[in-house]
């Protein structure tokens, strides 16, 4: 009997080294939970560092679009940064640059301009479309990425 129970042993400890032993099920862990999404962030930061006074969110536009604003220094790289009009779909209607009135070269309010020439979209399926401001980012980083989005009307 002796000389059967050391093999067996051995062979137990065998299986459970190499993992072929029956398996515990493991209760699963709750979740963790996950820090907010950056693009709230950046929203919320970007609203310090960019006014727009002209057009406002959920106006009505028409083609050409004059835009203005003030922005702060730093969203400027050589005194513009690009302009964005998309359709509801996302679809990219017109860019353009908005150029900075004045030294950009501050942590100050510099006004900025830009006129967009667009052809109206399709609105059969919807004439909401969004505005968006970038802050010029040269080095491609992402964490130097921003950006203010509204939503705007096609009239």
């Keep these: 009997m002796k000389k059967l129970l050391f093999p067996l042993t051995v062979f137990a400890i065998?299986?459970?080294?190499?993992?072929?032993?029956?398996?515990?099920?493991?209760t699963p862990l709750p979740p963790v939970p996950m820090e907010p999404p950056v693009a709230?962030?950046?929203?919320?930061?970007?609203?310090a560092l960019i006014i727009l006074e002209t057009p406002q969110a959920?106006?009505?536009?028409?083609?050409?679009?004059?835009?203005?604003?003030?922005?702060?220094?730093?969203?400027?790289?050589?005194a513009s940064f690009p302009v964005i009009l998309a359709n509801w779909d996302g679809v990219i209607i017109a860019e353009t640059t908005a150029q900075a009135q004045g030294d950009w070269m501050t942590e100050?309010?510099?006004?900025?301009?830009?006129?967009?020439?667009f052809e109206k979209p399709d609105t059969s399926i919807?004439?909401?479309?969004?505005?968006?401001?970038?802050?010029?980012?040269?080095?491609?980083?992402?964490?130097?990425?921003?950006?203010?989005?509204?939503?705007?009307?096609?009239?």
Excluded: H, M, Q
């Design 14 to 26: 065998l299986l459970t080294l190499t993992g072929c032993a029956p398996k515990e099920e493991k």
């Design 40 to 47: 709230e962030t950046v929203i919320e930061e970007s609203s």
């Design 58 to 78: 959920e106006e009505n536009i028409i083609s050409p679009l004059t835009i203005k604003g003030k922005a702060r220094g730093n969203w400027f790289f050589e």
């Design 108 to 117: 100050d309010y510099v006004p900025f301009e830009a006129v967009l020439d």
């Design 126 to 155: 919807s004439n909401r479309g969004a505005l968006i401001l970038k802050k010029d980012n040269p080095s491609g980083l992402p964490e130097n990425d921003d950006a203010l989005e509204i939503t705007i009307y096609f009239e």
